[in-house]
């Protein structure tokens, strides 16, 4: 799979809104079949690198290919082959369940009947049969990003492009969804998402790119990232409140890094046990202990810090 | 004001009001487009008077009324747009306003939270719609005096009477925006707005409507408005404005009755 | 189960006219909400010209220019009917469809070009104001307000009335920066384009000043246009000259909206 011909290939991309930079030059390759996600906190860079990969919003420097053709002179031919899941859902109001993927189909040259059918096929596949003859309106915020699913596939698009797909959703809905996601996945089509849930991104993708004021600033799969940029392991041990400084300079030295949070320690080790039982060893008694695997949420954290963005 | 445009652009006199939760933001703001729409907001009544009384009233000529008075056509009309226009706004800012702000904005779950009470809202509501209505009424009888369409005595008592047309379809208007469903209703409303407009006296004594007609009409909110108004700005004598008074003060109590009972269902659901 | 397969993949051809299927989208939202709108934009013009052709023309002894005043005047309400559909129809609608509902941000994501876009919901624009006036034209008919064949006219000048005002219209409400600019355009531009634009009474009764301002409004070329369809007399001004004018309009229109659209969706 890595020898085929990258589907999205970006070169020193660089997006300006007057300026002020939202992309500052990033290198990215995405090939046939895979799941490709872009994290970051808010601000990061990130939806506009979805815009430009949508080709509706032209580059401000740099390269771009997609499905190896130029996004700012074969943008409808491209777009033909994309299908595009937004941030907020932008459905039709006025129009039903059913014909909001019909009347999307005719935008790409789908005759009538064809879309019928593979309006049919979509809502089971989402799971919305029941409802396509419902007014948009009163469905749940689940459901409506389940229709905006489909109607991202209703051209058998090559590259889904998905914008935080499961932001505000509750927890049945994010993982039905994921699970029709995967499946899009088994069938070869490539998924290109933008999330800040780290759950989401070890679920879904192969491999991904962490973003931060508009740079990569790490690449690879979830657990190779995890790997490069965390310990097996983490200890999180809280002490009676205020007392985290005092305790801390104690704690020196053990495991691979140690990270002071107002409300408790982090202990970054390869071996949580054997690094509780060193802490215990010194005397402390902490108020509570957890030992946790790592996750990608310790990475995104570590690179791109805790402050909040905005 | 409803006018001669048609009624589904009514919403434009509501529409910006929906954002009423930011008008409060702008007053102290002062530079959003929505304060020119309120200030200009008089203007509208007045480009009536001119097309209509003046460039269409150059056609008609004068007018005799059934007393027997001769009076211009503007002198015969402006009262009927003072009427209409206080009649529009108060609609306007009690219906579509209120109604988004209940349904969409979620305004007054905010507000009902708190000790005020639903009735409490709906007069606050009430009031800065009056307010409003007023200083457009004021402005339109000082328009009307310096047009030499009425005396500046008789200006000062159609104030008064201006301002109660205002507060009995304001209070209408509370009460019948308890029971609008969707947007789609105001289009219903406005084009009931738009017919009253046309067929109240407005624009043709009543007396010109065939008999059955004219009854009917005479029985309309707006037509006993137009005739107070019209009343006292040509100088009439008699006493039918008692029954014009009365009318709209029992308009008034009704309508706040029946909104208060709606709101207090339909907010503590 | 959806067959998404690359092997199963039909690959989907570019629609051969897209401005089309933009077209197809609002009408099919409009075959369930045209009833609400029947009421405004067409029997209310009806009622005008019972309420005012009929009731104020009794009062008009001498009539315009030895016409009867409802004749003169129901081809001043077909024009003005024409311009408030066409103008309602390219505000609120595309305010929303930018920031509401942001329809056209989902079409800009199909293979769809913004001139695709923009010219699907023109089309649409033109299709409300056209029938809206075509009825009315039929029933002012019956009335018996219609005294020549020429009035057959009057359809392809409220199309190209429509579109000289909705092209610019559009371009107005995509630049909006809140709803409260499309109740101001009303109150400055349509209100008094309605009321002074020669549909009620004849513009040459306005002072100079007002009377050349109202001979630019385009609205007064449709409406000089539709009377003389109508009565079946010569316009006032040549009928060349209202058309350059008109598509002058439109012309105009198209690019500042098709400039507006793209500062919105290109960005």
């Known amino acids: 799979m890595t020898t085929a011909q990258p589907l999205i290939q970006a070169r020193g991309l660089v997006k300006r809104f007057g300026d002020f930079t939202a992309v500052d030059g990033i290198d990215v390759e995405v090939r046939p079949g895979e799941a490709f996600g872009f994290l970051g906190p808010n601000g990061a860079g990130k939806s506009s690198t979805m815009r430009m990969v949508g080709c509706i919003s032209p580059p401000s420097g740099g390269e771009l290919r997609i499905l190896g053709m130029d996004p700012v002179r074969d943008g409808p031919a491209i777009r033909a082959r994309l299908g595009v899941c937004p941030q907020l859902d932008n459905l039709d109001p006025e129009l039903t369940v059913r014909e909001n993927l019909t009347t999307y189909a005719r935008y790409f040259g789908i005759p009538r009947r064809v879309a019928r059918e593979r309006a049919a096929e979509l809502l089971d596949f989402v799971q919305l049969t029941e409802r396509a003859d419902s007014k948009v309106e009163p469905l749940s915020g689940g459901m409506k990003r389940r229709l905006t699913i489909a109607r991202a596939l209703v051209n058998n698009p090559e590259i889904v492009l998905l914008d935080e797909p499961t932001t505000g959703l509750d927890p049945q809905a994010r993982h039905l969804v994921w699970e029709r996601l995967f499946r899009l996945k088994q069938q070869g089509v490539t998924l290109v998402l933008t999330t800040h849930y780290m759950d989401e991104a070890e679920q879904l993708c192969d491999r991904l790119v962490v973003m931060d004021g508009g740079r990569i600033v790490a690449e690879g799969s979830p657990r190779a990232l995890i790997e490069q940029h965390s310990t097996r392991e983490v200890v999180e041990l809280r002490f009676a409140a205020d007392s985290q400084e005092a305790f801390a300079g104690k704690l020196d030295g053990l495991g691979e890094r140690v990270e002071v949070l107002p409300d408790r320690i982090l202990l970054y080790v390869a071996d949580g046990d054997a690094a509780v039982a060193e802490v215990t060893a010194l005397g402390l008694v902490p108020a509570s202990v957890l030992v946790r695997r790592s996750s990608l949420e310790d990475v995104f954290l570590h690179l791109t810090g805790r402050t909040l963005v905005d | 004001m409803v006018g001669l445009v048609l009624p589904r652009l009514v919403s434009f006199e509501g529409a910006p009001r929906r954002s009423a939760s930011v008008a409060e933001r702008n007053l102290a703001a002062l530079k959003s487009a929505y304060w020119l729409v309120l200030i200009s907001g008089f203007l509208e009544p007045v480009l009536y008077l001119f097309s209509i009384g003046i460039g269409v009233g150059a056609l008609v000529g004068d007018l005799t009324l059934p007393g027997g008075r001769v009076v211009s056509y503007a002198g015969f009309v402006a009262p009927a747009m003072l009427a209409s226009s206080a009649m529009t706004g108060a609609l306007a800012e009690t219906t579509f306003n209120f109604f988004g702000k209940m349904k969409y904005m979620k305004l007054y779950d905010g507000i009902i939270a708190t000790p005020v009470q639903p009735f409490e809202i709906a007069l606050g509501e009430l009031g800065w719609a009056m307010i409003r209505g007023s200083l457009y009424s004021a402005a339109f009888l000082v328009v009307m005096v310096g047009m030499d369409l009425t005396s500046v005595g008789r200006a000062a008592t159609a104030f008064p009477a201006a301002v109660l047309v205002g507060f009995a379809f304001g209070a209408l208007g509370m009460a019948v925006a308890t029971f609008m469903r969707s947007w789609q209703d105001f289009d219903l409303m406005g084009s009931a707005q738009f017919t009253l407009f046309l067929f109240s006296g407005t624009f043709v004594p009543a007396e010109a409507y065939p008999a059955v007609l004219r009854w009917v009409v005479e029985l309309t909110p707006l037509y006993r408005s137009v005739h107070l108004i019209r009343g006292i700005s040509v100088g009439a004598t008699g006493w039918s404005w008692l029954l014009d008074v009365a009318y709209l003060l029992v308009l008034t109590g009704v309508g706040l009755l029946v909104a208060s009972r709606r709101m207090g269902r339909l907010l503590y659901k | ?267």
Not at chain 3, 154 to 176: C, E, G, Q, Y
Not at chain 3, 217 to 229: F, N, Q, S, Y
Not at chain 3, 231 to 242: C, D, E, T
Not at chain 3, 243 to 254: D, E, N, S
Request: hydrophobic share 60%; with cysteine.
């Open chain 3, 1 to 267: 189960m959806v067959d998404v397969s690359v092997a199963g993949r039909v690959r989907p051809a570019l629609p051969r006219v897209p401005a089309l299927a933009v077209l197809a989208h609002y009408l099919v939202g409009y075959r369930r909400t045209w009833r609400a709108g029947v009421f405004s934009s067409f029997l209310l013009p009806v009622l005008t010209v019972v309420g005012f052709g009929f009731g104020v023309g009794a009062y008009v002894d001498q009539g315009v220019g030895g016409l009867r005043y409802l004749d003169w005047l129901v081809p001043g309400l077909i024009a003005s009917t024409a311009m408030q559909v066409a103008i309602g129809e390219s505000t609120w609608p595309v305010l929303s469809n930018f920031r509401w509902i942001k329809t056209y941000f989902a079409q800009s994501a199909a293979p769809l070009r913004v001139g695709d876009i923009l010219a699907g919901h023109l089309a649409f624009v033109l299709f409300r104001a056209f029938t809206s006036t075509a009825a009315f034209l039929l029933v002012t008919a019956l009335f018996g307000a219609v005294r020549s064949p020429w009035a057959v006219a009057v359809l392809p000048v409220v199309l190209l009335l429509s579109l000289a005002v909705a092209a610019p219209t559009f371009a107005f409400s995509a630049w909006a920066p809140s709803d409260s600019y499309l109740a101001l355009l009303f109150r400055f531009a349509v209100i008094p384009m309605t009321l002074f634009a020669g549909v009620f009474f004849p513009v040459e009764s306005l002072p100079s000043g007002l009377r050349q301002l109202a001979y630019a409004t385009p609205l007064w070329h449709g409406v000089d246009l539709c009377r003389a369809a109508t009565l079946g007399v010569a316009p006032q001004w040549s009928v060349p000259g209202h058309l350059l004018y008109l598509a002058a309009w439109a012309i105009a229109g198209w690019l500042l909206a098709r400039r507006a659209f793209r500062r919105e969706l290109v960005v």
